[in-house]
């Protein structure tokens, strides 16, 4: 019975010589990975749907309404580089702000913003002017005139002032427009730094503006 003991004994260790054992590294590898795609899936799913949306247009809050767009097609301006000349235009919103960043005037700055309004850009215009003679609003305009004699900006009828603006040493020119039913536009078109005067010719490119219409919501 011994030796068939050890017969048996050996005869096990026999197979355990020959069988080969499992890895147990890979079985809980294996394990874990089962365990995991329900996890798996769900972030899929996740990002699935995350990507999904950001396909799609934002969405807009409020009713939609047609209000005044701008586009300026002149390839010597651009977006502003504050490099050649910080502006009291940075900042803020704005409907349209670029450079002058090639040929004369570099550095020179064109902005327009909206405003709603019931009036005409002449009166606001005027409304304007008499808020300037408060020294506390007009404390860092200077030499502030206003031009008699309207223009066109866009096509559009303009009524204008203009003024020294004395923190960032520009010579400027605000332009009141008649751009939308319901809007008035400002225009704000400023020399280059430390210009002794604002040159005439500058202004030439309010004619190269171009009035659009863009959906608003709000």
Partial sequence: MAGSEGIMEHGRQTIGATRSQ??????LSIKALVRSLPRISLAMLICIVILAGCTEEPVQVGSPRVGPDVELANGDWGEPDYSKGYSELAGGRHLFIEMKLKGPYVGAMLSVTTTTLSGNAREWRDENLEQLKDPHVSANRK???AIKSPRK????NAYGYSYYENDFKRWSQMWFVDCFDGYVCEVNLESPIDSKRFEPKLANVLNEIRWTTKTVYG
Wanted: hydrophobic residues 25%; glycine residues 16%; aromatic residues 0%.
């Fill in 22 to 27: 499992p890895c147990l590294g890979r079985t």
């Fill in 143 to 145: 030499n502030i005139t």
């Fill in 153 to 156: 900006v866009g096509k559009r």
